[in-house]
T-cell receptor, first 113, second 117 residues
């Protein structure tokens, strides 16, 4: 089976812009989660989507949003970018059971200038 | 709330030596615990997970971890380090209770493992 894929792999934006990241889960996985990884804060949970609905949410401002499509693909959007949004954004997919193992993609590295 | 503490941000061992990476957790519900590894410029790869079935969990690449409830620990070990084990290792606990739907992980800050020849 193909793994989790994320596009683009690298992105450079300037402050104030917005960005959209894409994630395609493993075939058959219906849950998609997003994480932010920075040197200072480490790995932090952003949100999880299942059946096109946000099911769990981390502690991030409303500038961070996401959605999921009927084919389980997910997008994450960050509006009004700040320098501190520079990070590796990781997407993970899992089966729909509770507390199921998450399988991670390679990430999108976002640099905000 | 759940939390994870990884003791030691950097561990150095010689090739062939024992690897021990420490993880302590705090959880208000029976925990699901995970160890992931991250190689440079890559995502996270699952090494092993604990789901209450057995306290000693065996994972990939010769790694194993033992769940000790009395010590709230889930340390990762490997009897003999290999150069290819050099990477960053993350311990994580599920932040979703057993009666909740979904999955969300709380990660430790990570431990960088260096292996010298």
């Amino acid at each position: 089976k193909a793994g989790v894929t994320q596009t683009p792999r690298y992105l450079i934006k300037t402050r104030g812009q917005q960005v959209t990241l894409s994630c395609s889960p493993i075939s058959g996985h219906r849950s998609v989660s997003w994480y932010q990884q920075t040197p200072g804060q480490g790995l932090q949970f952003l949100f999880e989507y299942f059946s096109e609905t946000q099911r769990n949410k981390g502690n991030f401002p409303g500038r961070f949003s996401g959605r999921q499509f009927s084919n389980s693909r997910s997008e994450m959007n960050v509006s009004t970018l700040e320098l501190g949004d520079s990070a590796l954004y990781l997407c993970a997919s899992s089966l729909e059971k509770r507390r199921e193992t998450q399988y991670f993609g390679p990430g999108t590295r976002l640099l905000v200038l | 709330a759940q939390s994870v503490t990884q003791l030691g941000s950097h561990v150095s061992v010689s090739e062939g030596a024992l690897v021990l990476l420490r993880c302590n957790y705090s959880s208000s519900v029976p925990p699901y615990l995970f160890w992931y590894v991250q190689y440079p410029n890559q995502g996270l790869q699952l090494l092993l997970k604990y789901t209450s079935a057995a306290t000693l969990v065996k994972g990939i690449n010769g790694f194993e971890a033992e769940f000790k409830k009395s010590e709230t620990s889930f340390h990762l070990t490997k009897p003999s380090a290999h150069m290819s084990d050099a990477a960053e290792y993350f311990c994580a606990v599920s932040d979703v209770g057993p009666d909740q739907a979904g999955t969300a992980l709380i990660f430790g800050k990570g431990t960088t493992l260096s292996v010298s020849s």
